[in-house]
């Protein structure tokens, strides 16, 4: 009937109409992409950057940038305590890009829903970057918690989709030009952010510096130094890839990690590359090392890991390590004898800690 044709009509122009969004969001995602990546290894004239944001309506010119990085604390599902994901499954092998999507989807989203500016796009296997482009200084700290309260509302932090499509409606949209639903301020400026309730059993109620703590805790956000200029901004991304990096093992669950926050952790991670820091390392913990390596079962680092950072209680580091204290207490034994090393002893302890840091 006519109107039978006519709703086929309207179905096949919504799915092309959705088809050409699509690819229209694709190709702004990628030269995104590959303008933090010639911020990243100078493979483009700075000025070169600019003139090419600016035709994306991202204006990076006599404003203040912040380098901002996130991640998961861990590289995939398994690492973060659900169980080893099986091939061909939702959480399989396949399900590391379609996660990397997901989560750049949710920043792209976060920072729409947040009224900010600036370049996004993933810049690893494991990590999304975002150079903020912030009207001035003033508004750097309030920024960031808008843009940590506004990603972990996404909770991007859930196993990633594995039919590898993109959520829909989440690319960083230039001042003046939001999505529908949303009305972005002139001056690109973040409201700020209040609190958020999490909606699960990971929900947290600390607060950091006046700012409450996010909900997702799967989720890690590490921003750089803010820069005045361009030329300055991969200074910042560095910084900020390096404080995520470094920020994995630590137990706080903070909106945003500054270097501050990493303190001596952020300064081995900038020095890994030393060699004299790799010879004290494999000095210290060559041999529990090579022990694990022979006898894979046992895993002794997690041990002594648990057990230094539990502040050498017992117990709760056999509880953190999800051992029997009897065989807590094994195992400490046979770190003794490995190590040949008094875990009595608070100077051989700390030797032993920077190690493993």
């Known amino acids: 009937t006519r109107l039978t044709i006519l709703v086929e009509r309207a179905a096949s122009t919504l799915a092309l109409g959705r088809l050409i969004r699509r690819d229209a969001e694709g190709l702004e995602r990628q030269i995104h992409r590959t303008l933090l990546t010639a911020l990243l290894d100078h493979s483009l004239p700075v000025d070169e950057v600019a003139l090419r944001a600016r035709a994306l309506g991202v204006l990076l010119e006599r404003r203040h940038l912040v380098g901002v990085v996130v991640r998961h604390r861990a590289d995939d599902p398994a690492g973060e305590g659900g169980p080893a994901p099986d091939q061909g499954q939702p959480g399989g092998p396949e399900a590391g890009p379609a996660r990397l999507r997901d989560l750049a989807e949710a920043v792209g989203q976060a920072l729409h829903e947040a009224k900010l ?37 996404t909770r991007p932090d859930a196993p990633a989709r594995s039919d590898g499509h993109a959520r829909p409606d989440s690319l960083v949209r230039p001042e003046g030009h939001p999505r529908p639903g949303g009305s972005a301020r002139p001056d690109g400026q973040a409201r700020p952010g209040g609190p958020v309730r999490g909606d699960g059993p990971a929900r947290s109620h600390g607060r950091t510096n006046g700012v409450a703590r996010p909900a997702g805790g799967g989720l890690l956000v590490a921003a750089g130094s803010g820069v005045p200029s361009l030329r300055e901004a991969r200074r910042s991304l560095v910084e900020a890839r390096q404080i995520a990096d470094a920020a994995r093992r630590d137990r706080r669950d903070l909106p945003v990690f500054r270097l501050p926050h990493v303190g001596l952790a952020g300064l ?90």
Do not use: M
């Not at 796009?121 to 843009?147: M, T």
């Not at 090579?290 to 539990?310: F, I, K, M, S, V």
């Open 268 to 357: 081995l991670h900038l020095l890994r590359d030393e060699p004299r820091l790799q010879t004290f390392v494999e000095r210290e913990l060559g041999a529990l090392l090579t022990h694990d390596a022979q006898h894979p079962r046992e895993q002794l680092l997690g041990t002594l890991r648990a057990y230094l950072e539990q502040g050498r209680n017992k117990s709760a580091a056999a509880g953190a390590a999800h051992l029997s204290r009897p065989a807590f207490y094994e195992r400490l034994a046979r770190i003794r004898r490995v190590l040949d090393v008094d875990l009595d002893s608070v100077e051989a302890c700390l030797s032993l800690h920077v190690a493993l840091l």
């Open 117 to 153: 500016t600036g370049l996004s796009s993933a810049i690893d296997d494991h990590a999304v970057g975002v150079l903020l482009a912030l009207p001035e200084p003033a508004a750097e700290e309030r920024s960031l918690a808008a843009f940590a309260t506004a990603l972990h509302r």
